[in-house]
């Protein structure tokens, strides 16, 4: 490998990759426990879509932030970010994954941080996808990836606004 192959970027990005891996790992178990009570996927088509997307990002990172110092700013607000994630995680408990699972009759959760924002995940994400980037010195990165992703949310956003609705009854299913 190259010289400054794991760099102070590279070792950001692997907390990054490991993150993401753990978190797809715990909502497979959430979301394997949700449908065995019932629960109904909405969107699932574009998620495979969501899963690149972070993936390429990922990956674009390592190839152009791997060697770069980090911003201790931008780190700053990336941990600040982290707690906030975990505000969400814990928040919603056994009904957090990474797809739009809804339980029948069960109302959203209006706890946590989601007193006061119907989405903030995706307030989280929206940021990290950008900060990320900046804290590596790669503005065109956070620009790009930041454009996609809300392109992206834009349409989850619209299923998962639509399930929880389907799920207290308020709205007939388009399509789970």
């Given at each position: 490998m190259p010289d400054g192959w794991f760099g102070p970027g590279a070792?950001?990005?692997?907390?990054?990759?490991?993150?993401?891996?753990?978190?797809?790992?715990?909502?497979?178990?959430?979301?394997?426990?949700?449908?065995a009570a019932?629960?109904?996927?909405?969107?699932?088509?574009?998620?495979?879509?969501m899963i690149a997307l972070h993936s390429f990002w990922l990956l674009a990172l390592l190839l152009a932030g791997h060697a770069n110092p980090v911003n201790p700013y931008w780190l700053s607000v990336l941990v600040?970010?982290?707690?906030?994630?975990?505000?969400?995680?814990?928040?919603?408990?056994?009904?957090?994954?990474?797809?739009?699972?809804?339980?029948?009759?069960v109302e959203p959760v209006t706890d946590g941080p989601f007193r006061w924002l119907k989405h903030p995940n995706y307030v989280v994400v929206v940021?990290?996808?950008?900060?990320?980037?900046?804290?590596?010195?790669?503005?065109?990165?956070?620009?790009?990836?930041?454009?996609?992703?809300?392109?992206?949310l834009i349409h989850r956003i619209r299923v998962e606004n639509e399930a929880l609705?389907?799920?207290?009854?308020?709205?007939?299913?388009?399509s789970p």
């Amino acid at each position: 490998m190259p010289d400054g192959w794991f760099g102070p970027g590279a070792w950001l990005i692997a907390f990054l990759v490991a993150q993401r891996l753990a978190e797809v790992v715990y909502a497979k178990g959430t979301t394997a426990r949700l449908r065995a009570a019932g629960g109904v996927e909405f969107g699932a088509g574009h998620y495979p879509v969501m899963i690149a997307l972070h993936s390429f990002w990922l990956l674009a990172l390592l190839l152009a932030g791997h060697a770069n110092p980090v911003n201790p700013y931008w780190l700053s607000v990336l941990v600040v970010l982290q707690l906030a994630r975990l505000w969400v995680v814990v928040s919603l408990g056994a009904r957090w994954t990474t797809r739009v699972v809804v339980l029948p009759g069960v109302e959203p959760v209006t706890d946590g941080p989601f007193r006061w924002l119907k989405h903030p995940n995706y307030v989280v994400v929206v940021l990290e996808i950008a900060i990320v980037p900046l804290a590596l010195g790669l503005p065109g990165l956070a620009l790009g990836f930041s454009l996609a992703n809300a392109a992206m949310l834009i349409h989850r956003i619209r299923v998962e606004n639509e399930a929880l609705a389907w799920a207290v009854g308020q709205k007939p299913a388009l399509s789970p």
